[in-house]
């Protein structure tokens, strides 16, 4: 069946650092979303994307979604401590049914 | 407006037993996803509910059902409960109609003994 793999699964950085995570997909996506987890929370939403090739940026984040439209990376410029979490990107399966990637822990060391 | 409000938030139950887990969708939200959170397996989608019919369903065995009433509130249920079953459920809700991103609710953490 379709899977959304991400990598890393766990990522550690020094306060300032920048951040990368990748998200890819067995199969072609219509579109993909982010959400980010702060631990003891819920995802929340952070982004949908749905062209192909597109990028996108919310102040300190920028995802972009591959041209195959089969991959995705969210990437922090010099993250902050608040950036803590587990950020996953999800993907239609089929209709009515998002699949979640395996998520990336991020730790910012202070 | 209101969030997604889930019931209980935590629940501890022994093998064999039944539970049903409650979600109220933000207002105005007609479908409602469920899903089971592990630290092995990740965010694993259950099913999903639009106006009181089950779309679509992940691949779990029947002892999970679930159900969404005329005002879009929703239950999930899982009998016999087993070891395996301890995890955070979370339901998100959403307007229902195309891709539109997921409101998530805190979860209930259900804990078998």
């Known amino acids: 069946g379709q899977q959304v793999m991400q990598i890393p699964q766990y990522q550690h950085v020094q306060e300032g650092e920048d951040f990368t995570t990748y998200c890819n997909s067995s199969?072609?996506?219509?579109?993909i979303q982010w959400y980010k987890q702060r631990p003891g929370g819920h995802p929340v939403f952070l982004i949908q994307l749905v062209k192909s090739g597109e990028v996108k940026k919310q102040k300190r984040l920028t995802f972009q979604f591959g041209e195959a439209k089969k991959n995705s990376s969210l990437h922090i410029t010099a993250t902050q401590t608040t950036d803590v979490g587990t950020y996953f990107c999800?993907?239609?399966?089929?209709?009515?049914?998002?699949?979640f990637g395996t998520g990336t822990r991020l730790k910012v060391l202070a | 407006k209101a969030g997604v409000t889930q019931t209980p938030r935590y629940l501890i139950k022994t093998r064999g037993q039944q539970v049903t887990l409650s979600c109220s969708p933000i207002s105005g939200h007609r479908s409602v996803s469920w899903y089971q959170q592990t630290p092995g397996q990740g965010l694993q989608f259950l099913f999903e509910?639009?106006?009181?019919?089950?779309?679509n369903k992940g691949n779990f065995p029947g002892r999970f059902s679930g159900r969404q009433f005329s005002n879009s509130r929703s239950e999930m249920n899982v009998s016999t409960l087993e070891l395996g079953d301890s995890a955070l459920y979370l339901c998100?809700?959403?307007?229902?109609?195309?891709?539109?991103?997921?409101?998530f609710g805190d979860g209930t953490r259900l804990s078998i003994l």
């Open positions: 999800a993907g239609p399966s089929g209709t009515y049914k998002y699949i």
């Open positions: 998100a809700s959403s307007p229902g109609q195309g891709r539109q991103r997921q409101h």
């Open positions: 199969t072609t996506l219509s579109n």
């Open positions: 509910y639009f106006s009181e019919t089950q779309r």
